[in-house]
């Protein structure tokens, strides 16, 4: 082979795999983009820790929340879901509110036997919420305003609370709720 055989044959290979590299990444970024609802949650997630670190947020905090978020994006969609459900008659919200939801219905012993309409009323108004290991859900003496249904985990509620007496006085598990 001669110099310029040579030369042409690596320029030939350089441009082909050049051309290669774009198409799978043309292809890869397609593909991406069909997945809508995984395009935004990225978005808010890159959102949420532009605004952590503008705001200079200590490093236990933005865990904290970065735990939040990650619970709360596997449990609600980042589509506005209040704004295509209150378009649709109530049969079919309520379809869509039970199928969405069913795996948390299933869990909480507090739907057994109740009406479908009450339950798809009461979990499009869950919001929902997860806590570290040892982190306080409410304290002693607040007025409390929200009704907590336990899908993971244990919850103990405990009196005197930063004393020497200290107590516990109840455990929720799993399908529990509190709060109410």
């Known amino acids: 082979m001669t110099n310029a055989e040579l030369v042409y044959a690596s320029i030939s290979m350089i441009l082909g795999a050049t051309v290669f590299g774009f198409v799978v990444g043309s292809v890869a970024a397609l593909m991406n983009n069909f997945d ?8 808010k997630v890159n959102h949420i820790k532009n605004y952590m670190r503008e705001r200079r947020l ?7 929340i ?7 994006l596997l449990r609600k969609s980042v589509f506005d879901e209040d704004v295509i459900l209150s378009a ?3 049969h079919i919200r309520q379809s869509v509110l039970m199928h969405v939801n069913g795996d948390v219905v299933s869990k909480i012993s507090f739907f057994d036997g109740m009406d479908p309409h009450f339950v798809s009323f009461v979990i499009s108004q869950m919001k929902p919420q997860a806590f570290s290991p040892n982190q306080w859900i409410c304290l002693e003496g607040e007025v409390g305003m929200e009704m907590f249904f336990l899908l993971d985990g244990t919850v103990q509620c405990v009196i005197g609370h930063n004393s020497d007496r200290e107590k516990t006085i109840k455990e929720f598990s799993s399908g529990m709720h509190f709060g109410e």
């Open 66 to 72: 970065n735990r939040f978020y990650d619970f709360f």
């Open 88 to 90: 649709l008659p109530r």
């Open 58 to 64: 200590p490093k236990a905090l933005k865990q904290s």
């Open 36 to 43: 809508i609802g995984a395009a935004l949650s990225k978005d």
